[in-house]
């Protein structure tokens, strides 16, 4: 069965880091696009950032210069690096694969939704 399970989530300080991490079983996450979502408090999701298959990445305007995605293949593993965090990045985080490979901008064409990792910052 398929399960993609998200870890790092945590309380922060604004202007502090975190690194998120999103773990697959019976799925490889370099054959799949994986995005990260977040979804704030009464809002909906958003996208976050996204890594293709063959590596290309890409990032929400509000995070560029303070996220980095990577993909660790022999850990099957997808992390977002979060620096120079802002309140305004409180949400629970999300990994989800596109399975064509592609980073798509229609999140209903993301599958295997993993439980979320709440973020937090505040001071």
């Known amino acids: 069965q398929v399960q993609f399970v998200e870890s790092g989530g945590g309380l922060v300080q604004p202007g502090g880091s975190l690194r998120l991490s999103c773990a697959a079983s019976?799925?490889?996450?370099?054959?799949?696009?994986i995005g990260w979502f977040r979804q704030a408090s009464g809002k909906e999701h958003e996208g976050v950032s996204c890594?293709?298959?063959?590596?290309?990445?890409y990032y929400t305007d509000s995070v560029k210069g303070r996220f980095t995605i990577s993909r660790d293949n022999a850990k099957n593993t997808v992390y977002l690096q979060m620096t120079s965090l802002k309140p305004e990045d409180t949400a629970v985080y999300h990994c989800?694969?596109?399975?064509?490979?592609?980073?798509?901008?229609?999140?209903?064409?993301?599958?295997?939704w993993g439980q979320g990792t709440q973020v937090t910052v505040s001071a």
């Open positions: 019976e799925f490889t996450l370099d054959r799949a696009a």
């Open positions: 989800a694969a596109q399975p064509g490979g592609t980073c798509d901008s229609n999140i209903m064409s993301y599958e295997y």
């Open positions: 890594i293709s298959s063959d590596s290309s990445t």
